[in-house]
């Protein structure tokens, strides 16, 4: 049974920073591509981040791109985001998902908050 | 950018088909997937590469995506349909989803 499970929100003050993680069981990691997706509260689903199946390739969107970082240990069979120079508007419930032939999100975890605020 | 345009909300009654859109220019060259999101639940995938239904979900929901225009139907919708729904595209590798339609059965 696949299961991702994210760790590592919390309250942090604007500017701060903070690493997200996601543990993949039940498969693994290096046979799928990722992506981080997050909720801000009462709004939408928005696309963060994604990595390859390969690790080779990141992409971002353009509201988080030079601040945030995708990345995964694949001895750990974990998945990373670390956040740097965070804002009071990436105050957000942070999904992991795992994309099926790179394409949709068959698999999601339960979700980590991030809150931004001083 | 690309964008995806979503009815903020649909309303159906029970056993009733709902009809939720997703607009975006060409949307028929890409592939379309939706999701279902329940409150304070993690979204679920419901269609995807617009007409394929994952295991679990029921044959009333269904899929089809042309021109400028792809479409999420809910046959016999019941109480349990009620949620948000998301449609999701890639555009250069770049993830891109809708804003969300509320689907209320009433």
């Known amino acids: 049974e696949v299961q991702l499970l994210e760790s590592g929100g919390g309250l942090v003050q604007p500017g701060g920073s903070l690493r997200l993680s996601c543990a993949a069981s039940g498969f693994t990691l290096s046979s799928y591509a990722m992506s981080w997706v997050r909720q801000a509260p009462g709004k939408g689903l928005q696309w963060v981040s994604a990595i390859s199946r390969s690790g080779g390739a990141t992409y971002y969107a353009d509201s988080v791109k030079g601040r945030f970082t995708i990345s995964r240990d694949t001895s750990k069979n974990t998945l990373y985001l670390q956040m740097h120079s965070l804002r009071a508007e990436d105050t957000a419930v942070y999904y992991c998902?795992?994309?099926?032939?790179?394409?949709?999100?068959?698999?999601w975890g339960q979700g980590t908050l991030v809150t931004v605020s001083s | 950018s690309y964008e995806l345009t979503q009815p903020l909300s649909v309303s159906v009654g029970p056993g009733q088909t709902a009809i939720i859109t997703c607009g975006a220019k060409n949307i028929g060259s890409k592939n379309v997937h939706w999701y279902q999101q329940k409150p304070g639940q993690a979204p679920v995938l419901v269609m995807y590469r617009d007409i394929k239904r994952p295991s679990g979900i029921p044959e009333r929901f269904s899929g089809s995506n042309s021109g400028n225009t792809a479409t999420l139907t809910i046959s016999r919708a019941q109480a349990g349909d009620e949620a948000d729904y998301y449609c999701h595209v890639w555009d250069s590798s770049i993830g891109v989803l809708g804003g969300g339609t509320k689907l209320t059965v009433l």
């Open positions: 998902a795992k994309e099926e032939y790179g394409d949709y999100w068959g698999d």
